[in-house]
């Protein structure tokens, strides 16, 4: 069927309570017209950020076995896009995904850690395992301190637009696209932006103002938009800006004082990204 919905394989962790991962991912590609096929790497009472200690319902075993699975029965995945990872043998699991569909466009979103340190419960062999999975993506898009994780840079990260585009065409070496986000800096510390750059192609830069409020989760909302973007024909710089601007909308619906552990109000702000 010409007209049918590209397939996305999510490979991400699946919080119930407090917006983020593939309670984010899931409802966003899909009002962006993507078929989703989640594939969590845990499932967890609530996210990690700030809730108290999950619940936690993981099997090792099932990750792979969902792979053959799926390649039993002959399901085509347009893409495969992977986020939080609980270990490095986790990341094998997606380089098992890339390796059964070769011809995917593979999309990493290589979640390691921000604010200038590597997120608690992930050991120093995340790093190595993250950087051979992001060696083997079409698109890595990691936050400033990622960059410098992965470059093996001195932390916190970049502090500057230029730094970053630095850092973003250092990466081109590691995968042929390279979103760094989480740009701040920029315009005296008004706006906090993205910069993007290609192998054998030039950088680019967006930014949008920024919104004095750090929400959970909206990382996740980025790198959904821009993957459904992309599938849906946008250029990468293109398919960056919505992404961008969808984040801010997020935001904006959601009211003062509300609880930031919790996420956006993206069931407010959903409907805008349909009408986009």
């Known amino acids: 069927?010409?007209?049918?919905?590209?397939?996305?394989?999510?490979?991400?962790?699946?919080?119930?309570?407090?917006?983020?991962?593939?309670?984010?991912?899931?409802?966003?590609?899909s009002?962006?017209?993507?078929?989703?096929?989640?594939?969590?790497?845990?499932?967890?009472?609530?996210?990690?950020?700030?809730?108290?200690?999950?619940?936690?319902?993981?099997?090792?075993?099932?990750?792979?076995?969902?792979?053959?699975?799926?390649?039993?029965?002959?399901?085509?995945?347009?893409?495969?896009?992977?986020?939080?990872?609980?270990?490095?043998?986790?990341?094998?699991?997606?380089?098992?995904?890339?390796?059964?569909?070769?011809r995917a466009f593979?999309?990493?979103?290589?979640?390691?850690g921000d604010g200038g340190r590597l997120y608690s419960g992930l050991g120093a062999d995340m790093v190595p395992a993250m950087y051979s999975l992001c060696s083997k993506a079409d698109l890595i898009v990691p936050n400033v301190t990622e960059a410098a994780l992965l470059l093996g840079d001195p932390l916190p990260g970049v502090g500057s637009a230029e730094q970053a585009a630095a850092q973003a065409a250092r990466l081109t070496?590691?995968?042929?696209?390279?979103?760094?986000?989480?740009?701040?800096?920029?315009?005296?510390?008004?706006?906090?932006?993205?910069?993007?750059?290609?192998?054998?192609?030039?950088?680019?830069?967006v930014k949008t103002p920024l919104q004095p409020r750090m929400f959970h989760g909206t990382g996740d909302i980025f790198a959904a938009v821009l993957v459904g973007r992309i599938l849906r024909g946008n250029v990468p710089q293109a398919a960056v800006q919505a992404a961008a601007a969808f984040v801010a909308e997020c935001i904006r619906q959601t009211p003062e004082g509300a609880d930031e552990r919790l996420g956006v109000w993206l069931e407010n702000a959903l409907p805008k990204l349909r009408q986009e």
């Open 106 to 112: 593979k999309v990493v979103d290589p979640v390691l």
């Open 173 to 205: 070496r590691v995968a042929p696209q390279v979103v760094v986000t989480g740009v701040t800096g920029i315009g005296g510390g008004r706006y906090i932006g993205c910069v993007g750059a290609a192998r054998g192609g030039e950088g680019y830069a």
């Open 1 to 29: 069927m010409t007209n049918a919905p590209k397939t996305v394989l999510a490979i991400h962790d699946l919080p119930g309570f407090g917006r983020a991962a593939l309670s984010v991912i899931v409802p966003v590609l």
């Open 31 to 102: 009002t962006l017209g993507v078929q989703t096929v989640a594939l969590p790497t845990a499932v967890l009472s609530t996210h990690t950020g700030g809730l108290g200690t999950p619940a936690k319902l993981a099997n090792p075993g099932y990750g792979p076995a969902a792979l053959e699975h799926y390649h039993r029965l002959g399901v085509k995945f347009d893409c495969i896009y992977s986020g939080y990872l609980a270990d490095a043998a986790q990341a094998k699991l997606v380089e098992q995904a890339f390796e059964l569909w070769p």
